[in-house]
């Protein structure tokens, strides 16, 4: 474990100590960091949030991967919801409003990422859906200012680098906990804080991410970030929505999110190498999974 490791509770307790808000205390620590303001650290955020929502609106025009392995999903699903939107179906969509755009952008934002498009990488370019798909729907659904926004990226990145300093956010060494894992636990601290929670439920929510994905292996296909990674940055959309608003209810976390995330580490070490980016387990070795392989690297070969 790293011995210069960062600590959510100690941060919290800190600004606490200061009397200082949350956000206000952790902009004022990376201004000092980087040697910069915050206002200059808020207009990065910014920045940061445009391209992701540049993103988002490439995604969903239906492009296709460079290898051709995948494409197109978000906007089936956006044709989908609107069927069911118009009562083209029998029944109700199964995910709500919120949770059902989430899923929708966090496809858009990774299937870019496959497309060669421009991405933030939150933490990564594999999780690079999760905090877009998230934002987007928040500010679609909840009308959540822009300001909100990019403040919740503040909390986010802090997130990150408080996981980076404990653990890792690279699935060669963690598995997808450390990828995806991560960046919904990113997320979810995120959309709390939007929603008016305080450091200590920014914490559980954090917490509450990691015990539903703890042992999350990566086992990405032909070894290219596509399959399963862009319908895993959907699916951690949906642990990150369930764990904010489990904190937000006031059901907490028994373990820490500090705790969690030095969990999230020795599991990811323990790990099979097989099972670490390697393409060499899990759903990369499965007969439709080589097989396809094969073909693409003889094709790209040729």
Request: a neutral charge.
């Amino acid at each position: 474990m790293k011995q210069d490791k960062l600590s959510w509770a100690r941060l919290v307790s800190e600004s606490e100590a200061k009397q200082l808000p949350l956000l206000d205390y952790l902009l004022e620590r990376s201004a000092a960091q980087l040697e910069t303001n915050q206002a200059a650290i808020l207009a990065k955020m910014d920045a940061m949030l445009q391209v992701m929502e540049e993103a988002v609106a490439f995604g969903m025009t239906g492009v296709t991967s460079n290898s051709g392995l995948t494409g197109g999903s978000a906007k089936k699903l956006k044709e989908y919801m609107e069927t069911i939107q118009a009562g083209g179906n029998s029944r109700p969509a199964l995910l709500g409003p919120v949770a059902g755009s989430a899923v929708m952008y966090a496809l858009a934002a990774a299937e870019a990422n496959a497309a060669m498009g421009r991405i933030v990488a939150a933490p990564t370019a594999g999780a690079s859906g999760i905090l877009p798909g998230v934002l987007m729907s928040l500010k679609e659904h909840c009308g959540v200012p822009r300001t909100k926004l990019v403040e919740g990226l503040v909390i986010a990145g802090v997130i990150g680098e408080v996981i980076a300093s404990r653990a890792s956010i690279a699935g060669a060494t963690g598995g997808c906990q450390a990828e995806c894992g991560s960046g919904a636990a990113m997320a979810a601290g995120a959309v709390v804080y939007i929603f008016g929670g305080n450091g200590k439920q920014i914490g559980d929510a954090v917490s509450i991410v990691f015990k539903n994905m703890l042992g999350l292996v990566c086992d990405p296909v032909a070894g290219l970030v596509e399959v399963p990674c862009i319908k895993r940055n959907a699916g951690s959309v949906v642990q990150c929505l369930l764990a904010a608003e489990l904190a937000l209810a006031g059901v907490g976390s028994f373990i820490p999110a500090d705790e969690a995330i030095d969990a999230m580490d020795k599991v990811g070490r323990a790990l099979p190498y097989g099972l670490r980016e390697t393409a060499e387990g899990g759903l990369a070795v499965t007969p439709t999974a080589k097989a396809w392989t094969e073909e693409y690297f003889k094709k790209i070969h040729s």
